[in-house]
């Protein structure tokens, strides 16, 4: 329906707050993988608050898994024929010693088993399509939110202009064909990008053969990924974490020292992303970026009134 031109109304000033606030998301629901310690809040800022006023709660191994982990990742950033490979190298060597070392760490097998095989085809359970329309909306505009902050927050390595609605039309195909065998909702993930891109990735055909990589891997391997630890993950989730937002502060400096009520815009986007659920955030930026664009347009606006004195010499002319 061509929808993604309704981003173009959208203000940067917006958008950063909602890139901003949802890289500190990926950050916050990390922070009982990396520490082993469960923030009780239910918002992001909240979660960090929580999570520093009980610092003696943290556990030690998830914490030096965590930090080994960040230390490994950094050591190989720096060489730089395997830079690209820094996260995979980290995750690798950081289970493999604590797999040995048997430091009796939170795994992926303690929260799921991986069999060496795909999903298979599951008919939906169309009798239930009534009840799920209202969430399925709410998911779709959550998913498509963060796709297009993706587009905003981290442009096309060779230069060339996102077709937002492009992106829309593959993530629908996405989830349509991924509810044939039992998928989770899918969308645009501020993380995976960051993982691509810090390993190299120059064009969509990463996803692509991202996913081939996958469904092989979880053919050959895939019980193998039950070893990986969890506070491996959350390690390299706060590397990732932090460089999305270091990769905004160019922008949130410029607006703030730039436009103060696109100032006020971007913070209080922020401020709802931090602290209400994702589709309420959603609605709030929207709103505030229509005021926005109205307030502009008003600002830019100008009446001229003739008077007789005009028309009489315009008459004259003629």
């Given at each position: 329906m061509?929808?993604?031109s309704i981003m173009n109304f959208v203000s940067n000033a917006v958008m950063t707050g909602f890139t901003t606030g949802i890289a500190l998301q990926i950050i916050a629901g990390v922070i009982k993988d990396a520490?082993?310690?469960?923030?009780?809040?239910?918002?992001?800022?909240?979660?960090?608050?929580?999570?520093?006023a009980h610092l003696d709660s943290g556990q030690l191994a998830p914490c030096l898994v965590a930090l080994a982990t960040?230390?490994?990742?950094?050591?190989?950033?720096?060489?730089?024929?395997?830079?690209?490979?820094?996260?995979?190298?980290?995750?690798?060597?950081v289970t493999v010693g604590v797999t040995f070392a048997h430091l009796?760490?939170?795994?992926?097998?303690?929260?799921?088993?991986?069999?060496?095989a795909l999903p298979?085809?599951?008919?939906?359970?169309?009798?239930?399509?009534?009840?799920?329309?209202?969430?399925?909306?709410?998911?779709?505009?959550?998913?498509?939110?963060?796709?297009?902050?993706?587009?905003?927050?981290?442009?096309?390595?060779d230069g060339s202009?996102?077709?937002t609605s492009g992106d829309f039309v593959a993530q629908g195909a996405a989830n349509f064909a991924g509810g044939f065998f039992g998928a989770?909702?899918?969308?645009?993930?501020?993380?995976?990008?960051?993982?691509?891109?810090?390993?190299?990735?120059?064009t969509r055909w990463a996803g692509i053969f991202a996913g081939v990589w996958l469904a092989l891997l979880v053919l050959v391997a895939g019980s193998v990924a039950e070893l990986i630890p969890m506070p491996v993950i959350g390690g390299l989730i706060l590397v990732i974490g932090a460089a999305l937002v270091s990769g905004r502060w160019a922008d949130i400096t410029l607006v703030l020292?730039?436009?103060?009520?696109?100032?006020?815009?971007?913070?209080?986007?922020?401020?709802?992303?931090?602290?209400?659920?994702?589709?309420?955030?959603?609605?709030?930026?929207?709103?505030?970026?229509?005021?926005?664009?109205?307030?502009?347009?008003?600002?830019s606006a100008k009446l001229v009134r003739r008077g007789s004195e005009d028309r009489r010499g315009l008459a004259a002319g003629r």
């Open positions: 061509k929808f993604g520490t082993g310690y469960k923030p009780t809040s239910h918002n992001t800022i909240g979660k960090f608050i929580d999570a520093f960040v230390a490994v990742w950094a050591v190989f950033k720096f060489v730089k024929p395997l830079e690209a490979f820094a996260t995979l190298i980290a995750l690798v060597v009796g760490v939170e795994t992926v097998g303690d929260i799921a088993s991986i069999p060496n298979p085809f599951v008919a939906p359970h169309f009798a239930a399509i009534p009840e799920l329309l209202v969430g399925g909306l709410a998911g779709a505009l959550v998913g498509l939110a963060q796709a297009a902050g993706i587009s905003a927050a981290v442009p096309n390595p202009r996102p077709s989770l909702p899918t969308g645009g993930s501020l993380s995976r990008t960051g993982v691509a891109i810090s390993a190299g990735a120059q020292r730039a436009a103060p009520l696109s100032a006020v815009a971007m913070v209080i986007t922020f401020a709802a992303t931090t602290q209400l659920p994702l589709h309420t955030a959603i609605l709030i930026g929207a709103i505030t970026s229509l005021v926005l664009y109205c307030v502009k347009a008003s600002g």
